[in-house]
């Protein structure tokens, strides 16, 4: 059973750099045909995709992030990241790291306040 677990800072201000970590266990990241994502959830609204980062390597990002956005990995730890640059208090969300196996982490909060 493929295991995520995220880490990172809870409470954040404008305009800093969010950045979370996706602990994998039970599985690779560098498994073939695997992807590792990143989605949020903002109060009152649905799933936004953010992006993921590909067995190989290969990164792909939502437009809508106007490239704020960076995912990179550690295949000695088998962990990814994700790099939100400037955030705003619509970031606020809570963030999962999702496997394209089926496999979600439990989600860590989020809150982007002055």
């Known amino acids: 059973q493929v295991l995520l677990q995220e880490s990172g800072p809870g409470l954040m201000k404008p305009s800093q750099t969010l950045s979370l970590t996706c602990t994998v266990s039970?599985?690779?990241?560098?498994?073939?045909?695997?992807?590792w994502r990143w989605i949020r959830q903002s109060p009152g609204k649905g799933l936004e995709w953010m992006g993921c980062i590909a067995h190989e390597g290969s990164t792909f990002y939502s437009p809508s992030l106007k490239g704020r956005t960076s995912i990179s990995r550690d295949t000695s730890k088998n962990q990814f990241s994700l790099q939100l640059r400037s955030v705003t208090p619509e970031d606020t969300a809570v963030y999962y790291c999702v496997s394209n196996l089926g496999s979600w982490g439990q989600g860590t909060q989020v809150t982007v306040s002055p």
């Open positions: 039970g599985g690779s990241i560098t498994a073939k045909d695997s992807d």
